[in-house]
């Protein structure tokens, strides 16, 4: 019993980084600072407001902070157990045991894990935005350092793993794996459309902007299947409406009477947010037999459900994980088998500067790598500031290579690159 607690106990105290002080970063360091056995030592952000918020939200007092953005300065006074505070992305993922990065910025995400890998820092990621564009290869590089490279469990795609490895440990095999949508689909949502519900949630207008047009759940599934094999049944997935009971019955294939052509696939579905799913099928009668008695279902296929997911309150087990355990809680590890590329919102005119995830130009959808390559199709997550259009885009085309002029000195677009050459199909 309690086995990660008495491993954390045995281990003794865990440094931790954490970069962002959104929603995400600075819950997560308010924990920490209660948690025994965790030290957060390092709190990071461009916004020195948004640092002093998040220091006083944990009621830690000023006189137990340091600020500095000197790396040296920073490792003279590690030792007098001082909280410290800074502007510098790079202290915070080189003298602890592990950086958790809470920004949702891909550039910033990937500098941040660039530098941890090259400084032997664990690293756990809530920047799925990242993760989806440029995680196999930050896996490898990771790997090549013997560092661990993870996601963390209480996001949705690190849920979703969890719900595969308790199947899977109980004998069943999973057919098909998904999440609730908390929110309205609109592919065509805009942050000023979405402003002031933004503002009464208290989040940036770009970020529900990704929530709703279906960017962000793209991302997730992404996760997914990179970490499993799995692929979406069809490109931007089936998106139903179901219950918890009815999941195992919508999700099945075309032949029983179902929707879908395959198995092995993710998807998502409204009435069943803010859970994840498995559709599990059992591997003999008597095991069918078990279930109907437990008053899961008819069979043959049946459905694992989890209603919630705790975001960053659930990131301390994939620190110890990592730290202590030396393993992921979900990582890239089938490489790069599906991808979340771009499509236009409405028309995009040559030469126009392109904005990203959240904005007005572009949503994400999800397909097979086998169909991004095939399309030349663009993954979202690279284009990034300093991106133009190289000629005229009409609204609902899928962006291709040809299409945009990237910004050749960002490190995700780099990175992208030793990407695509060293899992070349």
């Given at each position: 019993?309690?086995?990660?607690?008495?491993?954390?106990?045995?281990?003794?105290?865990?440094?931790?980084?954490?970069?962002?002080?959104?929603?995400?970063?600075?819950?997560?360091?308010?924990?920490?600072?209660?948690?025994?056995?965790?030290?957060?030592?390092?709190?990071?952000?461009?916004?020195?407001?948004?640092?002093?918020?998040?220091?006083?939200?944990?009621?830690?007092?000023?006189?137990?902070?340091?600020?500095?953005?000197?790396?040296?300065?920073?490792?003279?006074?590690?030792?007098?157990?001082?909280?410290?505070?800074?502007?510098?992305?790079?202290?915070?993922?080189?003298?602890?045991?592990?950086?958790?990065?809470?920004?949702?910025?891909?550039?910033?995400?990937?500098?941040?894990?660039?530098?941890?890998?090259?400084?032997?820092?664990?690293?756990?990621?809530?920047?799925?935005?990242?993760?989806?564009?440029?995680?196999?290869?930050?896996?490898?590089?990771?790997?090549?350092?013997?560092?661990?490279?993870?996601?963390?469990?209480?996001?949705?795609?690190?849920?979703?793993?969890?719900?595969?490895?308790?199947?899977?440990?109980?004998?069943?095999?999973?057919?098909?794996?998904g999440k609730g949508k908390n929110n309205e689909l609109n592919n065509y949502a805009t942050p000023s459309e979405l402003y002031e519900k933004a503002k009464a949630k208290k989040l940036n207008p770009r970020m529900l902007t990704s929530f709703v047009d279906g960017t962000n759940t793209m991302i997730e599934l992404n996760a997914v299947c990179n970490a499993l094999g799995f692929v979406p049944d069809v490109r931007g997935c089936h998106f139903i409406d179901t219950t918890p009971k009815n999941i195992a019955d919508d999700f099945k294939l075309k032949s029983e009477g179902g929707i879908l052509n395959n198995y092995k696939v993710v998807d998502f579905a409204t009435g069943i947010a803010p859970g994840v799913f498995a559709v599990v099928r059992a591997k003999s009668d008597i095991i069918n037999y078990e279930?109907?008695?437990?008053?899961?279902?008819?069979?043959?296929?049946?459905?694992?459900?989890?209603?919630?997911?705790?975001?960053?309150?659930?990131?301390?087990?994939?620190?110890?994980?990592?730290?202590?355990?030396?393993?992921?809680?979900?990582?890239?590890?089938?490489?790069?088998?599906?991808?979340?590329?771009?499509?236009?919102?409405?028309d995009i005119k040559k030469g126009e500067s392109l904005e990203s995830i959240g904005s007005d130009m572009i949503f994400g959808t999800l397909e097979t790598k086998e169909d991004q390559l095939k399309g030349n199709h663009i993954p979202i997550g690279i284009i990034v500031e300093g991106s133009f259009a190289k000629r005229d885009i009409k609204k609902d085309k899928i962006l291709t290579y040809e299409d945009v002029v990237l910004n050749e000195n960002s490190s995700i677009v780099k990175i992208r690159k030793l990407q695509d050459d060293y899992f070349k199909m």
């Open positions: 019993m309690f086995y990660l607690e008495n491993k954390l106990r045995e281990y003794g105290n865990i440094s931790v980084g954490i970069v962002g002080t959104g929603l995400m970063g600075s819950t997560l360091f308010s924990l920490l600072v209660e948690k025994g056995n965790f030290y957060p030592i390092v709190l990071a952000s461009r916004n020195k407001e948004t640092l002093k918020k998040a220091v006083e939200s944990a009621n830690v007092n000023e006189a137990d902070t340091f600020y500095t953005d000197d790396i040296e300065e920073a490792k003279k006074v590690i030792d007098n157990k001082k909280f410290i505070i800074t502007t510098n992305n790079n202290i915070a993922s080189s003298i602890v045991d592990v950086v958790v990065d809470c920004t949702g910025n891909t550039e910033a995400g990937t500098e941040i894990s660039l530098n941890a890998i090259e400084n032997g820092v664990n690293i756990v990621s809530l920047n799925v935005e990242m993760d989806a564009t440029i995680g196999p290869y930050l896996k490898h590089l990771a790997d090549e350092k013997k560092v661990v490279y993870s996601g963390s469990y209480g996001d949705e795609p690190g849920a979703i793993i969890e719900l595969y490895e308790f199947a899977r440990e109980c004998g069943f095999e999973v057919l098909v794996l279930m109907n008695y437990l008053s899961m279902g008819d069979g043959p296929n049946y459905t694992i459900y989890r209603p919630y997911h705790l975001t960053s309150l659930e990131t301390p087990r994939s620190i110890i994980k990592a730290v202590v355990l030396g393993d992921s809680s979900i990582a890239p590890c089938k490489g790069p088998v599906a991808e979340t590329v771009a499509v236009a919102k409405r």
